[in-house]
T-cell receptor, first 115, second 113 residues
Framework: GNSVTQMEGPVTLSEEAFLTINCTYT??????LFWYVQYPGEGLQLLLK?????DKGSNKGFEATYRKETTSFHLEKGSVQVSDSAVYFC??????????????FGQGTILTVHP | DGGITQSPKYLFRKEGQNVTLSCEQN?????MYWYRQDPGQGLRLIYY???????QKGDIAEGYSVSREKKESCPLTVTSAQKNPTAFYLC????????????FGSGTQLSVL
């Protein structure tokens, strides 16, 4: 079955530091890949996505590239801000292009950014 | 503003009691989902509904039930058969079968007294 493994947290950085959160997956076929973010006390929001190999998703300075050869979708940001403090979830949609919303989530990585 | 509203924000359950978590959306989305979030774990799918009066079990449906009598509402009942109900419950919706983006509510924290 599908599975998603995320980098263990928590991750603590100073403002303007470079961020990488690793995500690898196991799936058959060609799933869609997502990063969701959860700010304190809120539900999840879609941060970015990629639907096929070598696609790069980007939003709000965050980027992730769908690497089929390494089954990875690592999240990066060149300069983090205090407002980026949140929990980040990597997720996978079923292969075949239609996940019916049944996403497989990683365990989440807590990011804390200090001034 | 359009969105998904979950209530209550905090809920306490006594032993042997059924409780119902509310989820309402005014986005006119076809599909609705219930996920459970436990500390240090990812979200796990409980139930989902693609259309009114239809729903499917997710990965951890035992001890839960849902209804979908109206397009905008999909309440989740946590029954007494669910022996470990303490968790954060998230409701989500999806516009239609052509999109994969989920919109989430702000969640309900359920605790056992």
């Amino acid at each position: 079955g599908n599975s998603v493994t995320q980098m263990e947290g928590p991750v603590t950085l100073s403002e303007e530091a470079f961020l990488t959160i690793n995500c690898t997956y196991t799936a058959t076929g060609y799933p869609s890949l997502f990063w969701y973010v959860q700010y304190p006390g809120e539900g999840l929001q879609l941060l970015l996505k990629a639907t096929k190999a070598d696609d790069k998703g980007s939003n709000k300075g965050f980027e992730a590239t769908y690497r089929k050869e390494t089954t990875s979708f690592h999240l990066e940001k060149g300069s983090v801000q205090v407002s980026d403090s949140a929990v980040y979830f990597c997720a996978l949609g079923n292969a075949g292009g239609t996940s019916y919303g049944k996403l497989t989530f990683g365990q989440g990585t807590i990011l804390t950014v200090h001034p | 503003d359009g969105g998904i509203t979950q209530s209550p924000k905090y809920l306490f359950r006594k032993e042997g009691q059924n409780v119902t978590l509310s989820c309402e959306q005014n986005l006119n989305h076809d599909a609705m989902y219930w996920y459970r979030q436990d500390p240090g774990q990812g979200l796990r799918l409980i139930y989902y509904s693609q259309i009114v009066n239809d729903f499917q079990k997710g990965d951890i449906a035992e001890g839960y039930s849902v209804s979908r009598e109206k397009k905008e509402s999909c309440p989740l009942t946590v029954t007494s058969a669910q022996k470990n109900p303490t968790a954060f419950y998230l409701c989500a919706s999806r516009r239609d079968s052509l999109t994969e983006k989920l919109f989430f509510g702000s969640g309900t924290q359920l605790s056992v007294l």
